[in-house]
T-cell receptor, first 115, second 113 residues
Framework: AQSVTQLGSHVSVSEGALVLLRCNYS??????LFWYVQYPNQGLQLLLKYTTGATLVKGINGFEAEFKKSETSFHLTKPSAHMSDAAEYFCAVSEINSSASKIIFGSGTRLSIRP | GAGVSQSPRYKVAKRGQDVALRCDPI?????LFWYQQALGQGPEFLTY????????KSGLPSDRFFAERPEGSVSTLKIQRTQQEDSAVYLC???????????FGSGTRLTVV
């Protein structure tokens, strides 16, 4: 069974600082991996996804994530935080080649940006 | 429309009342998912449709929860005899197919009083 662990329910960084949100996954088959962002009272928006190929994935709003199979990790980074990045971030995993696949979400990390 | 549309946006139900939540997916998306998101938690999978077929309903918490998608487009999530623990945001998502990543609607916030 798949699962996702997000380390740190709340991360606070200064504006302009590096953002690092940690995600580890468990999957019995090669996974597809996702990061979603959720702003207050809104649905989830896809930031980026890893399926196959290049392990460094670039997404919207300057975010990127690297798939590291040996570490079963898919950490999300952004070189310089903006105030508008304050939101809830969810890491998620889905199994490849599953005829009835579903995406399993982590419990989320709330990102706060200090002026 | 361009996105996934859910209605109503907010619903307050008295305990014991039945509710129906609607999801209009993106046109042509064959996959449709329902998730339940409790306050401060990540979304929890409820059920999945491929066209009109309900392929996975393993996440439905009880037999009070029922979902349908009779013509393979609009879907309805029905909760019978609502309980306080049903209070949550119910999210619908659609996808062109498996593993493409979903497009989510804004959700329906259900409050059972």
């Amino acid at each position: 069974a798949q699962s996702v662990t997000q380390l740190g329910s709340h991360v606070s960084v200064s504006e302009g600082a590096l953002v690092l949100l940690r995600c580890n996954y468990s999957s019995s088959v090669p996974p597809y991996l996702f990061w979603y962002v959720q702003y207050p009272n809104q649905g989830l928006q896809l930031l980026l996804k890893y399926t196959t190929g290049a392990t460094l994935v670039k997404g919207i709003n300057g975010f990127e994530a690297e798939f590291k199979k040996s570490e079963t990790s898919f950490h999300l980074t952004k070189p310089s935080a903006h105030m508008s990045d304050a939101a809830e971030y969810f890491c998620a995993v889905s199994e490849i080649n599953s005829s009835a696949s579903k995406i399993i979400f982590g419990s989320g990390t709330r990102l706060s940006i200090r002026p | 429309g361009a996105g996934v549309s859910q209605s109503p946006r907010y619903k307050v139900a008295k305990r014991g009342q039945d509710v129906a939540l609607r999801c209009d997916p993106i046109s042509g998306h064959v996959s449709l998912f329902w998730y339940q998101q409790a306050l401060g938690q990540g979304p929890e999978f409820l059920t999945y449709f491929q066209n009109e077929a309900q392929l996975d309903k393993s996440g439905l918490p009880s037999d009070r929860f029922f979902a349908e998608r009779p013509e393979g487009s609009v879907s309805t999530l029905k909760i019978q005899r609502t309980q306080q623990e049903d209070s949550a945001v119910y999210l619908c998502a659609s996808s062109p197919g498996s593993n493409y990543g979903y497009t989510f609607g804004s959700g329906t916030r259900l409050t059972v009083v």
